[in-house]
């Protein structure tokens, strides 16, 4: 009986959290997605690789149910999602940051921290936030558009820390960063992961992927036409700067 009970919770652990298959998706009459198919694994860092306009950022959008015009199946924990809306989603516990960030000019730092609601229990008190990201602390009062790219970014992810989403969603996050903050994003991903955050992350930037990442997808033309486990990253150089146009 405990050998059983030891192999179901092995099971449930190993069974993917998130599964999309034949993803598609439009933007009005025109076809982004055209079937795009991968898993998420509890706990594993992913990435979304491929070149501008292959569709990775779609593929978010999508998952997260702010696309109305798309079809295919999104399962997490075992529900399916395609056609839920975007509130719904949130409440399952995934959540999105997306590229531009979506920080409100008119409000201070605080004041965008906490405007999210909670959604689930178990989400980062401000304080964890505020060991996370010691910049937005010192910088509490002052309006959101007045941080650096850089601190906008540490607001961004913050932000959606606190709701108790345990996917995340994170569309480019380290676009247009100086190399020192980028490595602050790489620490912060890195620590998510040990606290048990699972992470859908797009990246142009392969060799920041790689410092994150347990697997990578690429993604071209609105499909998933490769997976490469980080621990073959190394070999595979190559086949990655074809994909990407590097």
């Known amino acids: 009986m405990a050998e059983a009970a030891v192999a179901m919770k092995t099971a449930a652990a190993s069974a993917p959290l998130l599964v999309v298959k034949d993803l598609q998706a439009w933007y009005g009459e025109s076809h982004v997605l055209h079937g795009v198919t991968f898993d998420v694994r509890p706990g594993e860092v992913v990435t979304l690789l491929g070149?501008?306009?292959?569709?990775?950022t779609t593929t978010l959008k999508s998952i997260m149910g702010i696309l109305p015009k798309r079809k295919g199946s999104v399962t997490f924990q075992g529900k399916e999602l395609m056609h839920a809306p975007a509130r719904y989603v949130a409440r399952e516990g995934i959540a999105f940051c997306p590229e531009e960030r979506g920080i409100f000019s008119s409000l201070s730092v605080e004041e965008n921290l906490l405007l999210p609601p909670q959604?689930?229990?178990g989400g980062m008190s401000v304080e964890q936030i505020f060991e996370l990201f010691p910049n937005l602390k010192e910088r509490l009062s002052?309006?959101?558009?007045k941080l650096s790219g850089g601190e906008q970014q540490m607001l961004a992810i913050g932000r959606i820390l606190r709701?108790?989403?345990?996917m995340l969603l994170l569309d480019e996050p380290?676009?247009?960063?100086?190399?020192v903050?980028?490595?602050?994003?790489?620490?912060?991903?890195?620590?998510l992961k040990q606290e048990g955050f699972t992470i859908v992350l797009v990246e142009q930037n392969f060799r920041?992927?790689?410092?994150?990442?347990d697997r990578?997808?690429?993604v071209e033309q609105g499909r998933v036409i490769d997976m490469i486990p980080n621990a073959e990253l190394e070999e595979n150089i190559g086949k990655i700067e074809a994909y990407l146009g590097v």
Do not use: C, D, M
Not at 51 to 56: D, I
Not at 142 to 145: A, I, K, L, M, Y
Not at 163 to 166: C, F, I, L, P, Q
């Open 51 to 56: 070149r501008n306009g292959a569709g990775k």
């Open 216 to 218: 990578h997808y690429v």
């Open 163 to 166: 709701t108790g989403a345990k």
């Open 119 to 121: 959604v689930k229990p």
């Open 208 to 213: 920041f992927a790689s410092t994150v990442a």
């Open 181 to 191: 903050i980028i490595q602050q994003i790489g620490a912060t991903i890195a620590r």
């Open 174 to 179: 380290t676009e247009g960063l100086a190399p």
């Open 142 to 145: 002052s309006q959101g558009t």
